[in-house]
């Protein structure tokens, strides 16, 4: 168990483990190309400079959800974007991580 455990924050693991239960979808900031490259199996790509124009329709979903990106930095501001619009969403960091800790 480490520090911020210790202090209540949890760890990211187990953030995302908690959105992965409650049936969370894994949204992917990246552009086209660089999903195409690589991603999460069964994860949706809406780039960054498109996710303002998808809270609707993710919100029709009504599940969480975890964004990621190459390494945090887009996921972090799709995050936020989605927050702001009422959505349940976690930053889950880099792909590759992220896909470490599904």
């Not at 790509?45 to 930095?73: F, R, T, W």
């Not at 936020?80 to 976690?90: A, D």
Request: net charge positive; charged share 25%; with cysteine.
């Amino acid at each position: 168990m480490g520090l911020l455990d210790m202090l209540g924050f949890g760890t990211k693991t187990n953030v995302i483990k908690e959105f992965t239960e409650k049936g969370a979808i894994v949204i992917d900031v990246r552009t086209v190309r660089e999903f195409k490259e690589g991603h999460i199996i069964g994860s949706k790509n809406y780039p960054l400079d498109l996710i303002s124009s998808k809270v609707a329709e993710l919100k029709k979903l009504k599940k969480p959800i975890i964004v990621c990106c190459q390494s945090g930095m887009r996921s972090g501001q799709a995050a936020s974007i989605l927050k702001n619009s009422g959505i349940e969403c976690v930053n889950g960091g880099g792909w590759q991580s992220l896909e470490n800790k599904l």
